[in-house]
DNA sequence: CGGGATATTGACTCTTATCAATGCCCGTGG
DNA sequence: CCACGGGCATTGATAAGAGTCAATATCCCG
């Protein structure tokens, strides 16, 4: 195997070598894209704001977040993708968000070059790449309310919410993610995404059993919360 | 002409009498579609969220507002669409969004449904709509950075460079929507907006020629105070 | 040009950020 | 197996920014 010895520290930055090209092709949990499966350690970057545009990618297993800097190092994290979801379509020739690892993750990607080339692919492929960009638009618009004029309560309740949805087992949630992405997930600063927690709790909407893993009791309670 | 005899007031609802269909088709600013044009009075709406998804449309002139509602009434738009820009497309068969003109607006409208139908349209056209829906996804990004970690009058100060970059004319910028429609936009009160304009009066960034004029005097201020 | 919508300004409140201290888990090594 | 250590999370006290309520002022829309 190609497995490297040691993984990082979540400190020290990361080394190529880090970056695992895994030797066999697996398929991907959703059909329209296959090509050369590639792992990524937790906390690394699978391309960086400004870098070429040169690949699209699907989750295979782990978490990838999106998020944007401002100079003075505010964060934004405009959406977290899942296995089976795709990611990383730009317009241009330049990217203009980062994509990072959030746990070890393996990805596959595909060349857009030659995705793009006319003769490789029918109209129905990019009816459904279109489809892909469609809902994600939709994704963050629905967002940018969330952000735009939920209090932090309702916020972190539509974020329990979402993860549940999305999630194998929608009443034990796993959320890989620290407090801190959350937060500039949602526009808060970490403290006060801890404090909804607490909040929640009180409300015996929802128990913690460790801080990463959330069971929910009381959905309607949550629902009625979020205010959707 | 099909004009009706009058134009309703902004409070009370709007007929179907009131939106026009125009008997000339009109040739729109950008070449990807063509079609029927109809005219919408100031405030109407083009479609509502929970309708059936039928068109895609192309602003010719005006301003048209894509929003969504919050139950208890508050509002966040997620966007201004000028002449030339594309809205309404929807990747299920039901409006998540509405849509409405924020003045008199020409639109011209196509049914998706003829769009999609295979062999009507080439591969590069739907590469081109794939191209819209990318530029609208990174547009709706950005804002939920600008909306989720700046503050008031950094908000502000980005929507005038935003505007400013869109407008024929950069340094004299007409905004045709009231305050209530950049605070929604902005996710802040039409009082915080007001009271930013003030404020970059006071730092000579802006001078105010009637509330809905505004002249850019110092781009490179509102840049800083933006943070870029 | 007239009047109702729209915008500005002021006083005060409240939510959330900030700064700071403590606690807890989990992985690591003895 | 347990003790240790370090990032991560929680909790508390205070401050700051934006919201709310209210009273004019101004502007455009027809």
Redesign the interface.
């Known amino acids: 195997m190609l497995q490297h010895a040691e993984v990082s520290s979540s400190l020290r930055p990361f080394a190529k070598s880090d970056i695992r090209l895994d030797k066999r092709p697996a398929a991907a949990p959703s059909a329209i894209l296959s090509g050369m499966p590639m792992t990524y350690p937790r906390g690394s970057e699978i391309y960086g704001e400004g870098e070429p545009f040169g690949h699209i990618y699907q989750v295979v297993s782990g978490v990838v977040r999106?998020a944007?800097l401002?100079?003075?190092g505010?964060?934004?994290i405009?959406g977290f993708y899942l296995p089976g979801d795709i990611f990383g379509?730009?317009?241009g020739d330049v990217r203009?968000?980062s994509a990072e690892a959030v746990v070890q993750t393996k990805v596959v990607g595909f060349r857009w070059q030659s995705l793009?080339a006319?003769g490789t692919?029918?109209?129905?492929f990019?009816?459904e790449?279109?489809?892909v960009?469609?809902?994600?638009?939709?994704h963050?618009?629905?967002?940018?309310?969330v952000?735009?004029?939920?209090s932090a309560l309702e916020r972190v309740a539509a974020f329990l919410l979402e993860m549940s949805e999305r999630s194998a087992s929608p009443d034990l949630v796993e959320l890989s993610m620290p407090r801190h992405d959350i937060a500039?997930y949602?526009?808060l600063t970490l403290e006060t995404v801890s404090r909804m927690f607490a909040e929640l709790k009180e409300l015996k909407a929802i128990a913690l059993e460790g801080a990463r893993r959330v069971r929910l009791l009381d959905r309607d309670c949550l629902a009625g919360v979020s205010?959707?």
Chains 1, 2 share one sequence.
């Open positions: 999106i944007k401002l100079p003075d505010r964060r934004q405009t379509l730009e317009a203009h968000f793009n006319t692919h029918s109209i129905s990019f009816q790449l279109l489809n960009a469609i809902k994600d638009l939709r963050t618009q629905a967002q940018l309310l952000v735009g004029r939920k500039d949602l526009g205010t959707n």
